[in-house]
């Protein structure tokens, strides 16, 4: 089993830049591919960032891509969201997600074990 904690979220003027922390205990997270999904009030929860254990392969959504940035440290059994140049439109729950091996999931119902999530709020 593992368990997911998030922190880093709060309130930021656009343009602005906030960096998301995932703790995961438990287990060790080193097979584990790693992501970051969002939900914003209304909306479904959408992907936003995906990371292999080994950290070779990155994935992005398009919204996100050339802004934000997914890392990993398996020492540390962390992972990471740096975000910066926040727009409004980036306001939602953030939430790390883990699930065994390898490979290029995206979907919500591929991870497994998810955090409880942390607020981000990017005022305008």
């Known amino acids: 089993q593992v368990q997911l904690t998030e922190s880093g979220g709060g309130l930021v003027q656009a343009g602005g830049s906030l960096r998301l922390s995932c703790a995961a205990s438990?287990?060790?997270?080193?097979?584990?591919?790693m992501a970051w999904f969002r939900q914003a009030p209304g909306k479904e929860r959408e992907f936003v960032a995906r990371i292999t254990w080994s950290g070779s392969t990155i994935a992005y959504a398009d919204s996100v891509k050339g802004r934000f940035t997914i890392s990993r440290d398996n020492a540390k059994n962390s992972v990471y969201l740096q975000m910066n140049s926040l727009k409004p439109e980036d306001t939602a729950v953030y939430y790390c997600a883990a699930r065994y091996f390898s490979g290029s999931y995206s979907a919500v119902d591929e991870f497994r074990y998810w955090g409880q999530g942390t607020q981000v709020t990017v005022s305008s």
């Open positions: 438990g287990r060790s997270i080193t097979t584990y591919t």
